[in-house]
Structures are given as structure tokens and as C-alpha cells.
Nanobody, 127 residues
Framework: QLQLVESGGGLVQPGESLRLSCAVSGFTLDYYAIGWFRQAPGKEREGVSCIRSSDGLIYYADSVKGRFTISRDSANQSVLQMNSLKPDDTAKYYC?????????????????????WGPGTQVTVSS
């Protein structure tokens, strides 16, 4: 079992930045990939970015390319650096781990795949 906890959310103005962290604990035998997802009120959850553990292969959703950067600092932490934030980025952000290579990181993100999920952290972008 893995436990994931997100932190770093908050209220910011458009154009500002936030840094989200995902702390992973438990039996952290190397997992296949870790990803960040978000869900806004009334909308479906969407994959933001996913990174493969073995070689750092990364997928970004088109909506965040060039503004967000994902990293996996260790087996125990992933960071999502979010720059040039927009009101449309307002959502609850979740991190999730996929334990085994059942698909690509792109599919992991596009289909919201994860074996373990954190409780989420709220990001609000508003002037």
C-alpha cells in the first residue's frame, strides 16, 4: 500500500505561480509512473501531466504545455511547478501512482489511471 499526500495549493492571481508537491510513503518499491490530475467543479477529472519512473518520459496535456513542469525528485516525491496560471487552472489537484506498466504515460493521463491517489489540494486562480 502507498499513501500519497499533496500540498502547495492556494489562492493566486492570474499570471502567478504555484508549486505542488506529492509525498509518497509506504511500500515505495519503484512504481511505473506518477501523475498529476485535476478536477474542477462540474467537470470531469483530467490528466495534467504524467512521468515514467524508469527514464523520466513525460506527458503534458495541451492545456498546460509550456506552463507546467513535472518532476520526480525521488521515489518519495513528485513536484508540479505551475507558472503563468490562468483562471481555467482552478481545480482540485491530485497525484496518483500507477504501479505496473499496463499502458503508456499518455494513456495514464488521458484515462485517469492510478492505483493509489492522494486526497487532493485546491488551487484557485482569481483576481
Amino acid at each position: 500500500q502507498l499513501q500519497l499526500v499533496e500540498s502547495g495549493g492556494g489562492l493566486v492571481q492570474p499570471g502567478e505561480s504555484l508549486r505542488l508537491s506529492c509525498a509518497v510513503s509506504g511500500f515505495t518499491l519503484d512504481y511505473y509512473a506518477i501523475g498529476w490530475f485535476r478536477q474542477a467543479p462540474g467537470k470531469e477529472r483530467e490528466g495534467v501531466s504524467c512521468i515514467r519512473s524508469s527514464d523520466g518520459l513525460i506527458y503534458y496535456a495541451d492545456s498546460v504545455k509550456g506552463r507546467f513542469t513535472i518532476s520526480r525528485d525521488s521515489a518519495n516525491q513528485s513536484v508540479l511547478q505551475m507558472n503563468s496560471l490562468k483562471p481555467d487552472d482552478t481545480a482540485k489537484y491530485y497525484c496518483a501512482v500507477l504501479m505496473r506498466r499496463v499502458t503508456t504515460v499518455q494513456t495514464m493521463c488521458n484515462q485517469n489511471l492510478g492505483n493509489f491517489w492522494g486526497p487532493g489540494t485546491q488551487v484557485t486562480v482569481s483576481s
